[in-house]
């Protein structure tokens, strides 16, 4: 006998599965600390690419006076406020990245425990369609 | 209005119906008018522009899901400009990079209103994407509203400047390339745009959350006198060549059409039919899902009324 009861439930649940769930259940598979963790080193080397662009932009956009003040200029110096600017866009980014994560990490986990109750229910139809 | 209510009911009807059919239609709609767009304003690659190059993107995005249509218009942006000028197009591929880099890894959900900003600003209407994304999206949309007006105003400043670029010699590469990006960094223009659309989200978004009587009209009518207002001052401010009239005009259309907007599309729930498959110990289950009505459409019922025969005749004796 087919129980209408428990097909309008799995039915839901496949829904939830099918879009939103795909993407709550694999946040969902992570501790915090790991998935924020994850996250947080992605963006960095995101940051680290975009810098490198950018660094690369402003380079091509001086070329022939950078060049030409190679020799005469501070290296250090120049290096030093390089990996300066690098550290604190990195770090801006970085914050503003695990600050997404970790209200995206909550909100999946509200959501999971929805999912993770009607499982429970649906668990609970099964054992007492078995008892019958 | 009782009539438009019914049509909206039965616009969700024949969306629910239809939905599998109807979604890729507009996407390639989508891509088609985008590709079309870029084609005209930027054409100077004549492979991109043939018929069957344009048709084969577009039905290739229309079963791709809605991120390849940025994709795909972001490369035949750089197919143009490479054709036109290497260091143009180098200057967008840099664009693009650190917006695909930076921001669009946070929000895929916006990407569309990256898209949809260039768009209008082709088409005239570019004051009605902040209003609607406030409406519809978080203060975050922002950040894509301004990504999409940075695009906008990167392109159309190459494409406008071709003139003087074309004069650079064949070996002014550095100086070619140092003249696009002052150009862009330079471009006031730009900057209050940005600022009033970045206000017009907030603003809207907040306002449209406050629980006042028609929080929706006041959030759009507001936000519309938001960008009329930032856009007057930073024209005074920084003579920025603005047409009043076109803004005064622009806005007022933006807020019909955030309005129509609002009626047809945000406020309705197009529910989609769901297609789920699933098993347990005994059975496999392909379940149509499809959403209930709660407002029906009232059909059209003739009643004709029939005056009895026996009537008729005493009718006629009477004369």
């Known amino acids: ?132 | 209005m009782t009539n438009l209510l019914v049509f909206r009911e039965q616009l969700k009807k024949f969306y629910s119906k239809y939905e599998l059919y109807l979604t890729p239609f507009f996407k390639f709609l989508l891509t088609l008018v985008t590709l079309i767009m870029i084609n005209s304003s930027i054409g100077y690659m004549s492979e991109l522009k043939k018929a069957p190059v344009v048709l084969v993107l577009a039905l290739m995005c229309s079963v791709l899901p809605m991120n390849c249509i940025v994709l795909v218009a972001a490369g035949v942006t750089l197919g143009h400009l490479y054709k036109f000028s290497m260091e143009c197009a180098l200057v967008a591929l840099v664009v693009f990079l650190l917006l695909f880099i930076l921001y669009l890894r946070f929000s895929a959900k916006d990407t569309i209103a990256v898209l949809l900003t260039p768009l209008c600003f082709m088409l005239k209407i570019p004051y009605v994407v902040p209003i609607a994304m406030g409406l519809v999206g978080t203060p975050v949309s922002a950040v894509s509203v301004a990504s999409g007006a940075i695009v906008y105003y990167t392109v159309s400043y190459m494409v406008g400047s071709a003139p003087v670029l074309n004069t650079f010699e064949e070996d002014g590469a550095l100086e070619k390339f140092r003249y696009v990006i002052d150009g862009i960094l330079g471009n006031r223009a730009m900057y209050v745009t940005l600022a009033a659309f970045v206000a017009a989200v907030i603003v809207v978004y907040f306002i449209r959350r406050l629980s006042v009587d028609y929080a929706w009209t006041i959030a759009m009518v507001t936000g519309a006198l938001l960008e009329v207002l930032v856009l007057l001052f930073g024209d005074l401010m920084y003579n920025t060549n603005l047409s009043v009239a076109g803004l005064i005009i622009g806005s007022l259309l933006s807020v019909v059409l955030a309005k129509i907007l609002e009626f047809f599309v945000f406020n309705v729930d197009y529910s989609r039919t769901e297609y789920v498959q699933f098993e347990d110990d005994e059975y496999y289950y392909y379940v149509k899902a499809i959403p209930k009505n709660t407002v029906a459409a009232p059909q059209k019922r003739v009643k004709t009324i029939r005056v009895p025969e026996k009537a008729v005749r005493e009718q006629e004796r009477d004369r």
Do not use: H, P
């Open chain 1, 1 to 132: 006998m087919l129980n209408e009861e428990r097909i309008r439930l799995m039915t839901r649940m496949a829904c939830y599965e099918a879009v939103e769930g795909r993407k709550n259940v694999a946040i969902g598979n992570y501790f915090r600390g790991d998935y924020i963790g994850l996250q947080v080193i992605k963006s960095i080397i995101s940051a680290t690419i975009a810098y490198v662009i950018l660094f690369a932009m402003f380079i091509l956009y001086d070329l022939e006076v950078f060049m030409a003040d190679i020799y005469k200029m501070d290296l250090f110096g120049f290096a030093k406020s390089v990996i300066i600017y690098y550290l604190i866009f990195t770090a801006a980014y970085a914050l503003i990245s695990y600050g997404v994560y970790t209200y995206r990490y909550t909100k999946a986990k509200k959501s999971l425990k929805i999912y993770y109750n009607n499982l429970k229910k649906l668990a609970y139809m099964y054992d007492r369609e078995t008892k019958k």
